[in-house]
T-cell receptor, first 115, second 115 residues
Framework: EAGVAQSPRYKIIEKRQSVAFWCNPI?????LYWYQQILGQGPKLLIQ????????DSQLPKDRFSAERLKGVDSTLKIQPAKLEDSAVYLC?????????????FGPGTRLTVT | AQSVTQLGSHVSVSEGALVLLRCNYS??????LFWYVQYPNQGLQLLLK??????LVKGINGFEAEFKKSETSFHLTKPSAHMSDAAEYFC?????????????FGKGTTLSVSS
């Protein structure tokens, strides 16, 4: 079974530029999550999708971050314009069904450096 | 509100020694608790999970954790450390949001294993 795919793996941009990350979840997984992991901290949820609908985006900085999951499969997370404090690893995860007992499978992440 | 506190950002043990990584939680709903491991430049991998069944949970790679409600703890242990156990470990509790499946992570504990 293929895992969660993310691209790019690394990205370096200057502040005020825009950037986009892509995630392809495990086939058949209805729930998709984007987490932000700042160096030295644990991952923090940015947004959660159930199929192509948003179920939680309360921690997403909506003035600069946006995300979509068209057709309920792969997803894109965008930052525009980027700030220095956005430097982090962006992790995508997916799970089969809604429900806390279902395991979340994580992708390798995209490491963003904003200079 | 949910939160996770991992005591000790760095733990060092000798190969063959007992591994003990501490995690305390706070949750306004019955907690579902998780331990994840992260190797450099990789995503998170689930070690084990507690979902209100047996309080002693066994996971992969010889790790186990015990849920203690009275102490609000979920410490991770392994009887004998191996060099390959060196990694970052995260304790997490499920979020009590609408979906109830996203996770709140602790800040992580780096485990070093010396020969």
């Amino acid at each position: 079974e293929a895992g969660v795919a993310q691209s790019p793996r690394y990205k370096i941009i200057e502040k005020r530029q825009s950037v986009a990350f892509w995630c392809n979840p495990i086939s058949g997984h209805a729930t998709l999550y984007w987490y932000q992991q700042i160096l030295g901290q644990g991952p923090k949820l940015l947004i959660q999708f159930q199929n192509n609908g948003v179920v939680d985006d309360s921690q997403l900085p909506k003035d600069r971050f946006s995300a979509e999951r068209l057709k309920g499969v792969d997803s894109t997370l965008k930052i525009q314009p980027a700030k220095l404090e956005d430097s982090a690893v962006y992790l995508c995860a997916s799970s089969f069904l809604q429900g806390a007992t279902y395991e979340q499978y994580f992708g390798p992440g995209t490491r963003l450096t904003v200079t | 509100a949910q939160s996770v506190t991992q005591l000790g950002s760095h733990v060092s043990v000798s190969e063959g020694a007992l591994v003990l990584l501490r995690c305390n939680y706070s949750s306004s709903v019955p907690p579902y608790l998780f331990w994840y491991v992260q190797y450099p430049n990789q995503g998170l991998q689930l070690l084990l999970k507690y979902t209100s069944a047996a309080t002693l949970v066994k996971g992969i790679n010889g790790f186990e954790a015990e849920f203690k409600k009275s102490e609000t703890s979920f410490h991770l242990t392994k009887p004998s450390a191996h060099m390959s156990d060196a990694a970052e470990y995260f304790c997490a509790v499920r979020m009590a949001n609408q979906a109830g499946t996203a996770l709140i992570f602790g800040k992580g504990t780096t485990l070093s294993v010396s020969s």
